[in-house]
């Protein structure tokens, strides 16, 4: 099998990098170059981690680079000619990358590829199997969780899922690094959008399971989150609509979603989390789609988990 970068990012959460180091030695010993990115964690684990596990390579950011800024770094240090983008709370449970490599050099039109995805704690229970397009004028899309087996096992979508999306190293030398603007939230799908329109196809291995500890309930959004995600909705939909569909998510956004939004949070006494959906309007009014600036509470980011 070609050389593949396994690379996770940790931030604060040493235990879960951890037990995903263990699964990753358990079912490949030391055959793959695995790459570990501390993003600013209020500890530095290297020494921990590099003790355990003196196999990988450890890379430690002063602060905290967002999702993307993370693997940015660990790209350049990759030297596999497949790149696998893991969340740290992931776990392997058997070898699903000898088949998605395989997969890849069969179909040369796929860009990207990801396993089914599963609840670590309901393995039965797909959490991924691939994504709907976003609606041109809501902005939203969801998760499909039925796998829907195709050619070869796979399945065609339109989004790939960054807690585990397997990419040659080929076609990120064609389409660039993650756009770090995003800092966290709609990074993939952005990168995605790039992939598919370079001319390359994103696939689901029916066949490959991989599994997730999030959680299945959804809790409140803190305001941070709820900030980042309208942030990101918008600066999605301003770089890939057409003006026509960007006037009607406009119109929709502002007509139908924000006030919604207010009312729910203020009738709930959630002030922070209206304040944060009106800073990520103000922040798409005043910013072009391809400013650096993270805005709200950005040094909060950096500390806190």
Not at 174 to 189: A, K, R, S, T, V
Request: charge should be neutral; include cysteine.
């Amino acid at each position: 099998m070609e050389s593949v970068s396994i690379i996770t990012l940790n931030y604060n959460t040493t235990h879960q990098t951890i037990a995903l180091l263990k699964s990753i030695e358990h079912v490949y010993g030391q055959a793959h170059q695995v790459i570990v990115v501390d993003n600013g964690s209020a500890e530095n684990p290297e020494e921990i981690l590099t003790q355990q596990f003196p196999w990988i390579d450890f890379i430690r950011s002063e602060r905290n680079l967002g999702f993307a800024g993370g693997n940015n770094l660990a790209m350049h240090a990759a030297r596999g000619e497949y790149l696998f983008f893991i969340n740290n709370d992931t776990e392997f449970d058997s070898d699903i990358l000898s088949r998605m490599v395989d997969l890849l050099n069969q179909f040369q039109c796929v860009g990207i590829i990801c396993p089914t995805i599963h609840y670590h704690d309901q393995p039965e229970k797909i959490q991924y199997a691939g994504f709907t397009a976003l609606d041109k004028i809501t902005g939203r899309n969801h998760c499909i969780t039925e796998a829907r087996s195709g050619p070869a096992g796979m399945s065609l979508t339109h989004y790939a899922h960054g807690a585990a999306m397997l990419v040659p190293r080929r076609v990120i030398d064609q389409i660039g690094l993650m756009p770090e603007n995003y800092f966290l939230y709609y990074e993939e799908l952005d990168w995605s959008e790039r992939i598919r329109r370079a001319g390359y196809q994103i696939a689901v291995d029916t066949q490959s399971k991989f599994y997730h500890k999030e959680s299945q309930s959804v809790g409140r959004l803190s305001d941070l989150k709820s900030y980042l995600l309208t942030r990101n909705r918008i600066l999605f939909m301003r770089k890939y609509s057409s003006r026509p569909h960007l006037i009607l998510f406009w119109i929709f956004f502002l007509g139908i979603a924000t006030p919604k939004h207010l009312f729910k949070n203020l009738i709930e006494f959630r002030v922070k989390n209206a304040w944060a959906f009106i800073q990520a309007l103000r922040w798409n009014f005043f910013n072009s789609v391809h400013s650096p600036t993270i805005g709200y509470k950005f040094n909060y980011l950096r500390h806190d988990s």
